[in-house]
């Protein structure tokens, strides 16, 4: 019965739903609204009735006009219920609990309300159901949307106590006041499923109560307001209409049905369709599940009430009506089929599109593949970039600049940084300016921000360091203002750990790590020297007595030895660079400044030399390694210098200033490079000057009120970068070049037998000439064949004969014997590339020295040293010397064609050849051979030279 009225409840609202569909819409219907509309007005009923049951003060929790919200609220605690309840029928809730303890007072007492609430709610429902009523769940006050159920049953219980009230008599009648609808039609209400399921559940209380006369007119009047509906919808439709709005709707009402027993609770399955198999729906339900029973459905509709309107009409026209029906289903059916097709063929394109895109997906992926492999690529190339970039720039011999940042100090406060941003060897510096804020950026090979470790720093300029084994100059020098972090990068923190030991000693070893690795083919030695310049006095660093004995430095000097006279030490672990280290740390000039408590006052200098052969083709290498700490730049009113400290700070920054000068005139490749203006300058100068591979590690600290100085450091640093020193050479000597030093050390035999003879002062010539300094690693034509022998060979390699100073040049002209001191540096410098006529040195009267075309004026020479006392009474200038070519061709020739660009080119003139033999020694044999007379043993005659070899004018 109850599945019955569901079915016709549904029928109205589908056969509503149909006609809005056609277009027949009844004016101002507007479902949703009504039915707001009708939820609100039976809330209010329920409500008003409760209130009005239990006074507004008991019934205060809920108003007269409640939202859902609020009757839910109300109603939860389950008070009002039980109360209304207990007046409906006196004893039907034993035990209410009216006022929940005071939760304030009791712990738990927000869990304990809700299980009195609980309680409540759950002894009402109890005796609602037993009274039969429709109930709700405890759990519909508890979540919104819910309270359709709620108010149902408070309005069956309303109705229950109204017909309570008469007596008992008569049909009790349970509809809620509806209000009518603007149509005119009543409303047909769709969601009254939990009442109607109640009523279905409890039959026999029902019946007991009377109920089922009540439902038999329920169902009365809601099939007479359906066949009113459809009759009133109908009366207005052309014949030919009716078949397609009857066939609308059965379908509709078909689907209405799948959707409501799918989506009604199991009560409803299985109570509902007993019934309606006892109410002979059986084919409605049964035809539920599919189209292909439609005309079953149709049959059975036909029978039902709700379809009596039919009966109207007349049987054969019906008959008719039907048939039609019939055909359109057989229509419907085909359509169906068309569907079904059209289902199979868009399966097949979705099909058909899941592959193209599953082709797509994988292309896609390829086009992924493709792309990554061409970005490791990019940064294959990147980093070969990077590697030529490198390789250019030594080449160039270009100073590598790193720039360190140190962090903030943790005993200062939080200072803002002046460095703004850090990335890709570019760093970029607030700057005050005069609108505000601007800013400066400087680029470098490296910047290492304030978090870099020391092992990313000293990764970074490991190959460099690794190059002294393969025989190369390195020289890496800290520069940047006092406290900045140089001796942190060089050396390390005063408490020394591993991972916080500086480049110094993992350069060290590392150098060991490789020799080990190498063992097998190079046997390797490695010394050190440290050495400190301390107001502008160069000290040992290795000293274990205290002696404080000045040093000379000497550059270019035997075995490459810059300061010949330090302590060498030879090294063959970690633990003993730690010691020498160690000792070397304790013996450096240290003092507290303003700035920095543990402030270098000198610079200091690890020098570490390396020899090695290889054991297979017996070739020598030598590669030296200059680590430079320098005392840092300071401003005396910030450091607060005083007495000994104030001296310090001024060498400190004069020997500094120096070096600016010397870096400058690098940069502008001037001639002449003030090395001398400075001990620091002098002991860098084969680092600065030379073809070794340097690099400057400058420091900045990030404090903002240190700007000017951070400035002024990083504008030297970008000046730096751009010296370029010419590539680096390796020291390298093989055995070719063994058997060139054999030749010469033979001559140098030779000339030294010949020194010996009485009266041969050409002796103090060749001696003299051992001292002639070369530019690092250049041969100098003049200076080998001035010599008469080779100070470097090809490779830079210094040979014995390279020594250091100023030649002492004995003139052997005849106007008198003259001791005279020339710089050869100077020389040198100035002397013109390689013509022939170069190879002879004149001196004139006014002792103009004449190189080539070139003249220099040594008037200041001093001339008292005159043995003889002879004056000279010519104008033309004397040959002071020539060379012998004929030696010296072979040799220089060997040594040409190992190096690239040989300078040494001795060409051939005729002349010289001719008098190739002139001069090298009072021999008989080159007497004879080139007829040149010699005074009293010594050198030519002016005139005879004159005469014999075509002096120049
Ligand atoms: N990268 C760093 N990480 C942590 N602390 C650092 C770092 N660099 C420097 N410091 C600390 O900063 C202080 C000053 O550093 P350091 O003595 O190395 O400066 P400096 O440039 O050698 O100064 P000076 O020229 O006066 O000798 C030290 O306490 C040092 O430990």
């Avoid at 919200?69 to 006196?90: A, F, Y």
């Avoid at 393969?470 to 800290?478: K, Q, R, S």
């Avoid at 103009?848 to 040293?865: A, C, E, R, Y």
Wanted: one cysteine or more; a neutral charge.
């Amino acid at each position: 019965m109850a599945a019955e009225e569901a079915f016709s409840f549904s029928v109205a609202a589908v056969v509503e739903d149909v006609l809005q569909q056609h277009g027949t819409r009844p004016r101002d219907l507007d479902l949703e609204s009504r039915r707001a509309e009708e939820a609100a007005s039976r809330r209010n009923e329920a409500a008003g009735w409760l209130r009005k049951m239990l006074g507004v003060v008991a019934a205060k929790d809920l108003p007269a006009e409640p939202s859902e919200d609020e009757l839910r609220l109300g109603l939860r605690s389950g008070i009002i219920l039980c109360n209304v309840l207990n007046k409906v029928q006196p004893g039907a809730v034993s035990k209410v609990v009216e006022s929940p303890c005071d939760s304030a007072l009791i712990p738990d007492g927000a869990a304990l309300s809700a299980f009195q609430y609980f309680e409540n709610v759950r002894n009402f429902l109890v005796a609602v159901q037993e009274i039969g009523l429709p109930t709700f769940e405890a759990s519909d006050l508890e979540q919104g949307g819910k309270s359709a159920r709620v108010v149902n049953s408070v309005l069956a219980l309303k109705s229950y106590s109204e017909w309570k009230q008469t007596g008992g008599n008569g049909v009790w009648k349970f509809g809620g006041n509806l209000k009518p609808t603007t149509s005119g039609k009543s409303f047909v209400r769709k969601n009254s499923e939990p009442f109607t399921n109640s009523l279905s559940r409890t039959p026999s209380i029902n019946e007991k109560h009377g109920f089922a006369t009540d439902i038999d007119s329920n169902k009365m009047s809601s099939s007479h307001s359906l066949s009113a509906l459809i009759q009133a919808i109908l009366s207005d439709k052309k014949p030919e209409e009716v078949p397609t709005l009857v066939e609308s709707v059965i379908i509709k009402v078909v689907e209405e049905f799948e959707n409501r027993i799918g989506g009604q609770g199991e009560m409803t399955k299985t109570t509902s369709k007993e019934k309606s198999v006892s109410q002979g729906n059986v084919s409605i339900f049964n035809s539920a599940s599919g189209v292909k029973k439609n005309e079953n459905k149709i049959s059975e509709l036909t029978k039902t009430e709700e379809f009596s309107h039919k009966k109207c009409i007349p049987d054969e026209e019906s008959k008719s009506e039907l048939l039609k029906e019939k055909m359109l289903f057989d229509q419907q059916q085909r359509d169906i089929q068309d569907l079904k097709n059209t289902l199979h063929s868009t399966k097949a394109g979705m099909q058909f599109m899941q592959m193209k895109f599953h082709e797509e997906f994988q292309n896609l992926g390829m086009h992924i593949h493709g792309l990554a492999h061409a970005a490791s690529g990019y940064h294959r190339v990147l980093e070969e970039n990077r590697r030529l970039y490198n390789q250019v720039q030594d080449l160039k011999g270009s100073i590598r600049v790193y720039c360190r940042v140190r962090p903030c100090l943790s005993g200062q406060l939080n200072y803002l940084s002046s460095v703004q941003h850090i990335e890709d060897g570019i760093i970029t510096i607030g700057t005050p300016s005069k609108n505000g804020k601007g800013h400066r950026s400087f680029s470098f090979n490296k910047v290492f921000g304030p978090s870099a470790t020391q092992a990313e720093v000293f990764s970074d300029m490991q190959p460099l360091i690794r190059s002294v084994l393969d025989g190369y100059n390195v020289c890496i020098f800290a520069y940047g203002q006092t406290g900045s972090g140089k001796t942190y990068t060089m050396s390390g923190p005063k408490e020394l750990a591993e991972k916080s030991r500086g480049v110094n000693y993992r350069a060290l070893s590392d150098l060991f790590l490789i020799a080990d690795q190498r063992k097998e083919t190079f046997l390797y030695e490695v010394s050190v020297q440290m050495i400190e310049i301390y107001n502008e006095q160069v000290r040992d660093l290795l000293v274990t007595d205290g002696t404080n004995r000045r040093l000379e430095i000497r550059n270019s000097s035997h075995k490459g030895l810059s300061v010949p006279d330090a302590n060498l030490v030879s090294v063959s672990s970690t633990s003993d660079i730690i010691d020498l280290m160690n000792l070397g740390q304790r013996n450096r000039a240290v003092g507290a400044t303003a700035l920095n408590d543990r402030s270098s006052r000198s610079h200091s200098c690890l020098t570490v030399h390396v020899q090695g052969r290889d054991l297979t083709s017996g070739t020598s290498i030598r590669g030296c390694m200059h680590l430079v700490d320098l005392a840092g730049s300071e401003r005396v009113d910030k450091s607060e210098a005083t007495g000994e400290r104030l001296k310090e700070a001024q060498h400190i920054n004069k020997s500094l200033s120096a070096l600016g000068d010397v870096i400058s005139s690098l940069a502008q490749k001037n001639p002449h490079i003030p090395y001398r203006n400075s001990k620091l300058t002098q002991l860098l100068q084969d680092s600065l000057g030379g073809q070794a591979k340097t690099l400057m590690f400058v420091h900045i600290g990030p404090e903002v009120d240190a700007i000017g100085e951070t400035l002024s450091t990083l504008k030297f640093a970008e000046r730096v970068a751009t010296v370029e020193l010419g590539a680096a050479q390796v020291n390298k000597g093989s055995s070719d070049v063994k058997e060139l030093k054999e030749q010469i050390s033979s001559l140098k035999a030779a000339i030294a037998r010949k020194d010996g003879e009485p009266g041969n002062n050409q002796r103090s010539l060749c001696d003299s000439s051992e001292k002639y300094r070369t530019k690092a690693g250049g041969l100098s034509p003049l200076h080998s064949n001035l010599s008469g022998d080779i100070l470097r060979d090809q490779h830079g390699y210094q040979q014995p004969m390279g020594d250091v100073g100023n030649i002492e040049l004995h003139s052997n002209s005849t106007l008198r014997q003259k001791r005279q001191s020339f710089d050869l540096d100077e020389i040198l410098a100035n002397s013109p590339p390689w013509p022939p006529d170069s190879s002879k040195l004149y001196m004139d009267q006014s002792y103009n020295m004449l190189v080539g075309s070139k003249q220099f004026n040594f008037n200041n020479t001093d001339d008292t040293d005159d043995p003889d006392g002879a004056t000279s009474d010519s104008s033309e200038p004397d040959l002071l010397w020539q060379f012998n070519h004929s030696k010296l061709t072979s040799i220089t020739n060997a040594v040409g064609s190992k190096t690239k660009k040989s300078t040494s080119k001795p060409a051939k003139s005729p002349e010289l050849s001719k008098n190739c033999n002139s001069s090298l020694g009072p021999s008989p044999s080159r007497k004879q051979s080139n007829g040149v007379s010699q005074r009293n043993g010594r050198h030519p005659a002016p005139d005879d030279m004159k005469r014999r070899v075509g002096i120049r004018k």
